[in-house]
């Protein structure tokens, strides 16, 4: 248990519906990042918040829209995604100083 | 901007032996933090070990070991008694300063064998 949730563990999701990943983290800490992990890949860094501001989009298609409402939770709100966007999704948080990212147990998405 | 290679896809070792992960970075900077995470098959990314690059000194925790070569920019892993635990995709991470973005290797299949 690293002390950052994510869920749902597992989603499946049309092309047209919407659906939102959550993760959640008591930790103190006041940067939270989302990963998207596809097979044979390295992971790629979708979205940095830090102190519940944006700080980078790394091209990441408009279909995936975060939301870091307070510095313990960020949301990944999806809509109308391709086959391509399955993947495993991954919420890490850090804190200032500390230089270690602790993970959760990412998110399954299987785009049908 | 950062990269981070490990040059080893796939790896197997018997149990008991011990192995070494390769791993190598570019920075032009000075001060970061260099790590090595596990990822077993339940998906949950666990720290192994941590290294500041100001440190000389190779961290160590319990089986697990590093050699850290700044003027290489070589970061490898060394597992002794290697157990069948062990077996999982390792990653190796670059992390510029606390708060940045850690830049992963590509990941190392780690198979440990009876």
């Known amino acids: 248990e690293t002390g950052v949730t994510q869920t749902p563990r597992h989603l499946v999701m049309g092309m047209t519906n919407k659906k939102s990943l959550k993760c959640e983290q008591h930790l103190g800490h006041n940067a939270m990042y989302w990963y998207k992990q596809s097979a044979k890949k390295p992971l790629e860094l979708m979205f940095v918040y830090s102190l519940e501001e944006r700080v980078e989009n790394n091209s990441v298609p408009s279909r995936f829209s975060p939301e870091c409402p307070n510095s313990s939770h960020l949301f990944l709100h999806l809509h109308t995604l391709q086959p391509e966007d399955s993947a495993l999704y991954l919420c890490a948080s850090t804190s200032r100083g500390e230089g270690e990212a602790f993970f959760g147990q990412g998110t399954r998405l299987t785009v049908v | 901007a950062q990269t981070v290679t490990q040059s080893q896809p796939e790896m197997s070792v018997q149990e008991a032996e011990t192995v070494t992960l390769s791993c190598t970075y570019d920075?032009?900077?000075?001060?970061?933090?260099l790590f090595w995470y596990k990822q077993p098959p339940s998906r949950q990314m666990i720290l192994v070990i941590r290294?500041?690059?100001?440190?000389?000194q190779n961290a160590t925790e319990n089986r697990f070991s590093v050699n850290f070569q700044k003027a290489a920019k070589s970061f490898s892993l060394k597992i002794s008694d290697s157990q069948l635990g062990d077996t999982a995709m390792y990653f190796c991470a670059f992390m510029y300063s606390g708060n940045t973005p850690l830049v992963f290797g590509k990941g190392t299949r780690l198979s440990v064998i009876a």
């Open positions: 920075t032009s900077e000075s001060n970061y933090y």
């Open positions: 290294q500041e690059a100001y440190k000389q």
